[in-house]
């Protein structure tokens, strides 16, 4: 674990995270001494996880909170987790779209990172099933010109992109799902759908809790000409209730350097082609 003395809190309680799931637990002291920081930081940063509902504190440290394969995190949870992480894959996906193109985003926090990205490509159309995302772009382009249409509201750009949202019920993630959502999926075809998961495995390949998000992303996946999966390394090895698509569906995942390198070795058995953000992509078939 880093002994930055700088690292910023998010930084800081990522490394935490991290250690309490590889280890089973981490007590105060140990954490301390390994990130060269008080006491009280720990405990601050361990109130701060807890309340996330990522782990549990105990008595002189915390273990982590065992999750069922049915549970679904809400969006603000998963918001606070591992945001450096999202951004770097963010940044490493975005040039995989081209303007004009026409686009899938899933619901997730590290597809929400990635559309804050992509709101300068010129002409995409953007199909997505959250309420979130939808709203980065919307917000975008009324900030990026103060014209009205004679009614007091903002014009879009004629350059910004073309959101369409799916409809449907929504999840505890704040993405629309169910037959609403999957007849206007598969009414439509994309060139790239930029994918966000619960949990990948080399077994059970990518899935979720949510057992009608899974028939949605199945839809997404047969409509998209290529798979594009946003995931940073602690998704590696969960598995939810419902797995809806394999590794060898997947084009491309987009990674953080936090992955390790069994881990990394496993999947480009399977992956045509890892992308771990700050390094050189490595295509694998």
């Avoid at 390994?34 to 509902?53: C, H």
């Avoid at 915390?62 to 951004?87: I, Q």
């Avoid at 619960?198 to 390949?205: F, P, R, Y």
């Amino acid at each position: 674990m880093s002994e930055n003395q700088n690292l910023l809190a998010e930084q800081r309680r990522a490394l935490i995270l991290d250690e309490v799931r590889r280890h089973g637990g981490a007590r105060v002291n140990e954490l301390t001494r390994k990130l060269k920081v008080s006491d009280m930081t720990v405990r601050r940063d361990l109130d701060a996880l807890a309340r996330l509902g990522v782990v549990e504190k105990v008595h002189g440290g915390a273990v982590p909170v065992a999750e069922a394969r049915t549970h679904e995190p809400g969006f603000e949870a998963k918001s606070g987790l591992e945001l450096s992480a999202k951004e770097d894959i963010a940044r490493a996906a975005a040039p995989l779209a081209a303007p004009g193109s026409a686009i899938a985003l899933s619901g997730g926090t590290t597809t929400h990172a990635l559309a804050q990205h992509l709101v300068d490509v010129a002409g995409l159309t953007v199909v997505t099933n959250s309420m979130r995302i939808a709203d980065v772009f919307h917000r975008a382009w009324r900030s990026a010109d103060p014209a009205t249409d004679g009614t007091g509201r903002p014009e879009r750009p004629g350059d910004a992109a073309t959101v369409v949202l799916t409809g449907g019920v929504r999840t505890p993630s704040d993405s629309l799902v169910g037959p609403v959502a999957d007849a206007a999926i598969r009414s439509l075809h994309f060139d790239v759908l930029f994918l966000g998961v619960h949990g990948v495995s080399a077994d059970a390949g990518l899935s979720t809790p949510n057992l009608a998000e899974a028939e949605t992303n199945r839809h997404f996946v047969r409509s998209a000409r290529r798979v594009v999966v946003v995931a940073d390394h602690t998704k590696w090895g969960k598995v939810g209730l419902s797995s809806f698509a394999a590794l060898a569906d997947v084009d491309v995942l987009v990674t953080d350097a936090g992955l390790a390198r069994a881990a990394r070795e496993e999947m480009a058995e399977q992956v045509a082609e890892l992308v771990v953000a700050g390094e050189r992509a490595v295509p694998t078939r």
